[in-house]
């Protein structure tokens, strides 16, 4: 099944644009950052594909120089029940990622989340706004410099 | 009650404010605070087995209007904090805290940014209770210590002049105890 999904993945969008990783059966597909949602949406709606669920949505700072920020999205079909995975990264400065929630509209939360505790910017999202911490705090928790115990004063208690 | 047949025509005396106390803490009405996993144990504590209703404590109140002890069983986080201010500001004096478990105590296992490191940095807190989660004979054990508390007369969270006791040595007017 792997091999089949790189083979129509590969002729639909050519030879060298993916980079595929295959560890214990489990299929990882890097792609290029302008081609996500078009590979999302080709990966959905095929017929023959099918991955209609979007099992997960992360981030991840790999914190290095160059592409530091990805986001990473588990797809899942249920006709045959199998799993991909698809990575994408975006740079410190800046980071934008096109939004995947006009394919999987269960995308919205996910990636508020990810934009709540990575900073990652979803190009197009419909409410992009922060899921678990406070709307006014300024910080992204899960970035890699960001203290264990965080940032001093940056969350206010009530007055004793 | 019986004590006519042991007293027969006499009387006792005591105090106003240990009167008013000895009622107070045979009937504390607590606020379910049960943020997390601890609220399980709290149930327990509330429920037929280990059956708080010996120490006059089974009637939970949903309203912070009509409780008198805030007990707060879970891992607060500072989102929470202003919520878990906002419901002590909201119980009339003179009102308790029992701070249940590790987490609420000192934020336990989640030394993290996003959990407050203690309760007591916003509230008053009368009795911690260890444990993650405690028995319910552990919360059992913190509302009689709770109750020797308020037989003395003693809450971190209320005035002295509100609850009286032994502590003021200033006098206090008698509307102010009995409110």
Request: aromatic share 10%; net charge neutral.
């Amino acid at each position: 099944m792997n091999d089949h999904v790189v083979q129509k993945l590969k002729s639909r969008f050519g030879e060298g644009t993916f980079e595929f990783h295959e560890f214990r059966g489990e299929l990882t597909a890097v792609v290029p950052l302008d081609q996500i949602v078009e590979v999302c949406r080709f990966l959905k709606e095929d017929p023959d594909l099918h991955f209609d669920l979007l099992a997960d949505l992360c981030g991840i700072d790999m914190y290095t120089p160059v592409k530091r920020f990805g986001v990473i999205y588990n797809l899942y079909s249920l006709k045959s029940k199998h799993r991909i995975r698809l990575k994408t990264f975006t740079e410190e400065e800046d980071p934008k990622v096109p939004t995947v929630s006009t394919v999987w509209s269960t995308a919205n939360w996910h990636e508020r989340e990810t934009f709540d505790m990575f900073g990652i910017v979803f190009v197009g999202h419909p409410d992009l706004r922060r899921m678990y911490m406070p709307e006014d705090f300024e910080h992204y928790p899960l970035r890699k410099d960001f203290p264990l115990m965080g940032i001093p004063g940056s969350l206010p208690l009530p007055k004793k | 009650m019986g004590l006519e047949s042991a007293l027969g025509d006499s009387f006792l005396t005591t105090k106003l404010e240990d009167a008013i106390n000895w009622c107070r803490k045979n009937s504390l009405f607590p606020m379910p605070m049960g943020i997390s996993c601890c609220a399980i144990e709290m149930m327990a504590f509330a429920g037929p087995k280990f059956d708080v209703s010996r120490f006059g404590s089974e009637v939970f109140r949903f309203s912070p209007r009509q409780s008198d002890v805030m007990i707060v069983a879970g891992t607060t986080t500072y989102k929470m904090a202003h919520v878990v201010r906002k419901i002590y500001d909201q119980m009339p004096d003179p009102k308790w805290v029992i701070a249940m478990g590790a987490c609420t105590s000192s934020g336990g296992m989640y030394r993290t940014y996003s959990v407050v490191q203690g309760i007591d940095q916003f509230i008053p807190v009368d009795v911690y209770v260890a444990g993650c989660p405690p028995r319910p004979d552990n919360l059992i054990n913190a509302l009689m210590t709770l109750q020797q508390k308020v037989q003395r007369g003693e809450s971190r969270g209320s005035s002295t002049a509100i609850i009286g006791g032994h502590q003021s040595n200033e006098p206090h007017p008698l509307p102010v105890i009995a409110g």
